[in-house]
């Protein structure tokens, strides 16, 4: 099986992208990701409208995905697909084309976990990029998810602590629209981080035992300081944009931080891989970097391509299952909940 040429068409549609990819063996051939705007003019996404697009643009999604990686179809060893979770309408569209592929196709047909997907795209073929060797510690950091997991091997994966309630991409966003920035407001928030005073404004950290996190209560700090300030200064947003999100950003990072550091102690792990649409935030990655050399950990930090939601992440998990010949029949269902086993 090892010296066999293997192609994978990955499919991902959990949320509101489309992505569709092709790897030979653990290598990325193509990565075909169709994003979707109308979102923006309502704050947020909307499901319905998300999985109507995704029937929309997974069709010429996946025809690009096979012509930039110069394969016909015929030449693919199995369909892998996001199964959870993710919103409903979207993951059914995904999980519906994939199944009737595979039968039309005659091929092996490959359920993918997301959150999984997230931790092991670090190990796609990439140049210059060194892989983790387990057991390593993985931080999941997304919209919808904030999780610190023991990863022992490829499929054998331990939730040690996750989020209570708001994950860390809502507490971004949540803040964001707050200070009435458009959506997604969580890489503006970054943007201006960078040009402000991260000690300008003191925010609370909540108190979380063990490993767990919460962001709901700094989110509720948050509305209630720009409504005391804007009170007293209809312009303070607008006059102290930059030094307010460079102090939420501090704030954020030190409770992703705290806990990450907590985990390495208490593991004995100094190997700590990010995933998730989250760490593309330039501030965690240079927080993970000055760790590194203040701890001596070794870091592993993705692609830009692999933060957010894509195909080659779920990709990477097909061809790892396909070299263990783990399929699924035409009974499987989407779950929008899914948790890392």
Not at 226 to 245: M, S, Y
Request: glycine share 8%.
């Amino acid at each position: 099986m090892d010296n066999k040429t293997i192609y994978i068409l990955a499919i991902e549609s959990s949320c509101d992208d489309t992505s569709a990819a092709v790897l030979c063996n653990n290598r990325k051939l193509s990565n075909i990701v169709a994003t979707q705007k109308i979102h923006e003019e309502y704050g947020g996404v909307v499901p319905e409208l998300a999985s109507r697009a995704h029937q929309q643009n997974i069709v010429p999604v996946v025809h690009q995905a096979l012509a930039k990686a110069n394969i016909d179809k015929k030449q693919l060893s199995a369909i892998a697909f996001t199964r959870g979770p993710g919103l409903m309408g979207s993951l059914l569209v995904g999980t519906s084309f994939a199944k009737s592929l595979s039968l039309g196709l005659g091929i092996p047909l490959i359920e993918v976990n997301h959150m999984q997907a997230h931790i092991l795209s670090h190990f796609i073929e990439e140049e210059n990029y060194k892989m983790p060797s387990f057991p390593f510690l993985a931080m999941t950091i997304s919209g919808g998810h904030t999780q610190i997991v023991l990863v022992k091997d490829y499929f054998d994966m331990e939730i040690l602590g996750e989020s209570l309630d708001d994950a860390v991409g809502e507490a971004y966003d949540k803040s964001a629209k707050i200070l009435g920035l458009p959506y997604p407001g969580g890489p503006l928030v970054d943007k201006y981080a960078q040009l402000g005073n991260p000690k300008a404004f003191p925010f609370p950290k909540p108190k979380v035992d063990g490993l767990n996190f919460s962001f709901s209560g700094l989110k509720t700090s948050i509305l209630y300081f720009i409504q005391r300030e804007t009170k007293n200064n209809p312009n303070f947003i607008a006059e102290n944009l930059n030094d307010i999100c460079a102090s939420i950003q501090y704030t954020i990072i030190n409770i992703l931080m705290d806990k990450i550091k907590k985990a390495a102690k208490q593991t004995g792990i100094t190997q700590v891989a990010i995933g998730g649409g989250v760490s593309a935030n330039s501030g965690i990655r240079q927080a993970l970097k000055k760790a590194e050399e203040k701890w001596g950990w070794n870091t592993y930090i993705p692609k830009f391509e692999y933060c957010t939601d894509n195909a080659a992440m779920i990709g990477i998990v097909g061809y790892l299952k396909y070299k263990e010949m783990d399929f699924v029949d035409q009974s499987i269902t989407a779950k929008a909940r899914y948790v890392i086993q």
